[in-house]
């Protein structure tokens, strides 16, 4: 997957590409014009860091929600070889394809969805040719509609993969989620440019501290929570400090983090390959 955020000086607090930054984005790229495909600088910015992986020798599969669904784009990617899916909004002329797909089965709905694939061609009144399109129709309980997602994509595998890899979306939208709700990712409210920067930077290390805690330290059971969940059961623990003559104790309230779990943290923290000549926790 490629990832990346562009920052851009400005009043907006959205972020964009410069103006200037997207003329020179534009002339690196011969075989796309502004005024005939009228991309919008971030889809040539993605673009641009597709050719940048492909120099390096690596195979990139792109797949992207409706947003992309443009045929400027469908034909980048094809005259790059870059195999896509990419999600394409139901219209009259797609359910008429898969009519025979919309009835709902007869008898007993089942507490578990009932699934259905199909692929057929199909060309827009913008598209130069006919392009492979993949649906899946869902059945849930309790609801009167099918769920509907369409698909268009030129992956050379079967229906079910196709919409399996597409929907792998949500796994990096859990991610993105999870950086505006555990460290305030998208927290930048200070005036100066540098200092939105600093916080920037300091919400990516925090995140990256915490993904590493929950790969590599947290035992099996909580190794798939989500960062906010640890920061409000294990971080988020009231406790008290108690001196002694020669000892402290320090003791925690047993909710969520409980003996055996804040053994076992600390236990698998020691058993990290450290620095040479670093000590040891005990």
Request: proline share 3%.
């Amino acid at each position: 997957m490629i990832f990346w955020w562009v920052w851009k000086k400005g009043r907006t607090s959205r972020t964009r590409l410069d103006a200037s930054l997207a003329e020179e984005v534009f002339d690196t790229l011969p075989k796309i014009s502004v005024n005939k495909c009228k991309l919008v600088p971030w889809c040539v910015a993605a673009l641009t860091k597709i050719e940048r992986q492909q120099k390096l020798g690596k195979e990139v599969v792109f797949r992207a929600d409706a947003a992309f669904a443009k045929p400027e784009i469908y034909e980048a990617l094809e005259e790059r070889g870059v195999k896509y899916a990419i999600r394409i909004a139901a219209n009259d002329t797609l359910e008429m394809d898969i009519a025979e797909l919309l009835t709902r089965p007869v008898g007993r709905s089942s507490h578990r969805p009932v699934v259905w694939y199909k692929r057929f061609l199909y060309q827009a009144a913008s598209w130069k040719t006919a392009r492979r399109v993949v649906v899946k129709v869902e059945f849930h309980l309790g609801e009167l509609f099918p769920r509907l997602g369409f698909m268009v994509t030129i992956l050379e595998t079967d229906r079910r993969a196709v919409v399996r890899f597409y929907f792998k979306r949500g796994t990096s939208e859990q991610w993105i989620k999870e950086g505006k709700h555990a460290v305030k990712i998208t927290r930048l409210s200070c005036r100066r440019f540098r200092s939105n920067e600093v916080r920037l930077w300091l919400s990516v290390i925090a995140y990256n501290l915490g993904n590493l805690w929950r790969r590599l330290v947290l035992p099996k059971g909580t190794d798939n929570w989500s960062l906010t969940s640890l920061q409000q059961r294990l971080v988020k623990t009231s406790g008290r400090l108690v001196k002694h003559a020669l000892y402290y104790w320090l003791l925690l309230a047993q909710s969520y983090l409980t003996r055996r779990l804040f053994g076992s943290v600390v236990r698998r923290i020691a058993a990290l390959p450290g620095l040479t000549g670093s000590p040891k926790l005990r």
